[in-house]
């Protein structure tokens, strides 16, 4: 087994040590984005997370994840900086007031706070033109968000994984996690990790946003944005892998990788 190890967790501590995400995620039609995301946060250990989102995705996250906070983005973006994390895309959409969100959010990240860009967030950033993300960023794309990134097709991204990882974070000075049935990880500067785990329960709508709350979670604990992204990479990928057993590749659903996440844990603690 690759050798990882889980954030420390202090006896003497509370809901602040462990970090507080913020998470600008939902769109009308995606509310289920938002819950597996945030739930991610949560599951991986993070000690709070605010889900900034519409007044739709806030009545239903309400019901269904009390642990969340709730707030307006208006009122997220005044207090950015009252947060630990930010995440940003999971169903965020791509209209025009997603759009001027999206830059907004990632232009007052004032005090460059690590960030995870995921989904939508990755495709609206594919039609920006400014590049100067947050220093500490990572990118979550699948090789057709990849191929949005960089305009080149799917099939390019495919036949160079690892090089067109390099190709993000050198074009974005960012941790690119390219993500396919060998996820690449590559870090701000060049080093690469290659996992070799999960199988094709992963192939599921909603997984990636389970990811993208996973990664948030731990980075939230210990900001060392490329060794928790190998770490959240690998255990959300394990965490497939157990399910699977249990499951069958064919029934696993992304809220299984939630339920399933603590397994993965125990295994490296």
Same mark, same amino acid.
């Given at each position: 087994?690759?050798?990882?190890?889980?954030?420390?967790?202090?006896?003497?501590?509370?809901?602040?040590?462990? $970090?507080?995400? @913020? !998470? #600008?995620?939902?769109? /009308?039609?995606?509310?289920?984005? =938002?819950?597996?995301?945030?739930?991610?946060?949560?599951?991986?250990?993070?000690?709070?997370?605010?889900?900034?989102?519409?007044?739709?995705?806030?009545?239903?996250?309400?019901?269904?994840?009390?642990?969340?906070?709730?707030?307006?983005?208006?009122?997220?973006?005044?207090?950015?900086?009252?947060?630990?994390?930010?995440?940003?895309?999971?169903?965020?959409?791509?209209?025009?007031?997603?759009?001027?969100?999206?830059?907004?959010?990632?232009?007052?990240?004032?005090?460059?706070?690590?960030?995870?860009?995921?989904?939508?967030?990755?495709?609206?950033?594919?039609?920006?033109?400014?590049?100067?993300?947050?220093?500490?960023?990572?990118?979550?794309?699948?090789?057709?968000?990849? $191929?949005?990134? @960089? !305009? #080149?097709?799917?099939? /390019?991204?495919?036949?160079?994984? =690892?090089?067109?990882?390099?190709?993000?974070?050198?074009?974005?000075?960012?941790?690119?996690?390219?993500?396919?049935?060998?996820?690449?990880?590559?870090?701000?500067?060049?080093?690469?990790?290659?996992?070799?785990?999960?199988?094709?329960?992963?192939?599921?709508?909603?997984?990636?946003?389970?990811?993208?709350?996973?990664?948030?979670?731990?980075?939230?604990?210990?900001?060392?944005?490329?060794?928790?992204?190998?770490?959240?990479?690998?255990?959300?990928?394990?965490?497939?892998?157990?399910?699977?057993?249990?499951?069958?590749?064919?029934?696993?659903?992304?809220?299984?990788?939630?339920?399933?996440?603590?397994?993965?844990?125990?295994?490296?603690?």
């Amino acid at each position: 087994m690759t050798h990882f190890i889980m954030p420390e967790r202090k006896q003497d501590s509370n809901k602040g040590t462990f $970090g507080k995400v @913020l !998470n #600008v995620a939902g769109s /009308e039609n995606y509310t289920g984005a =938002t819950y597996l995301s945030s739930l991610g946060v949560l599951k991986s250990g993070a000690g709070y997370v605010a889900i900034a989102s519409c007044e739709k995705v806030l009545d239903s996250i309400a019901k269904l994840l009390p642990e969340a906070v709730l707030t307006t983005r208006k009122h997220a973006l005044k207090n950015i900086n009252n947060y630990t994390v930010l995440l940003i895309g999971c169903g965020l959409g791509t209209n025009k007031k997603s759009v001027n969100d999206f830059i907004n959010f990632i232009k007052n990240n004032k005090k460059d706070m690590p960030t995870i860009i995921d989904a939508d967030g990755l495709n609206i950033l594919s039609k920006c033109t400014f590049k100067n993300l947050p220093q500490n960023t990572i990118i979550t794309p699948h090789p057709a968000e990849a $191929g949005r990134l @960089l !305009n #080149v097709s799917v099939e /390019e991204i495919l036949s160079d994984l =690892t090089g067109y990882a390099g190709k993000l974070t050198e074009k974005y000075n960012c941790v690119t996690v390219l993500k396919s049935h060998r996820t690449v990880v590559c870090s701000q500067t060049g080093e690469i990790y290659v996992n070799e785990y999960g199988n094709s329960a992963l192939a599921k709508a909603g997984t990636g946003d389970v990811l993208a709350g996973i990664i948030a979670g731990l980075i939230a604990q210990k900001n060392d944005v490329f060794e928790m992204a190998k770490l959240g990479v690998y255990l959300h990928s394990r965490a497939g892998e157990i399910a699977s057993k249990e499951l069958t590749e064919y029934s696993v659903l992304a809220s299984d990788i939630l339920k399933y996440l603590p397994k993965a844990i125990k295994e490296i603690l």
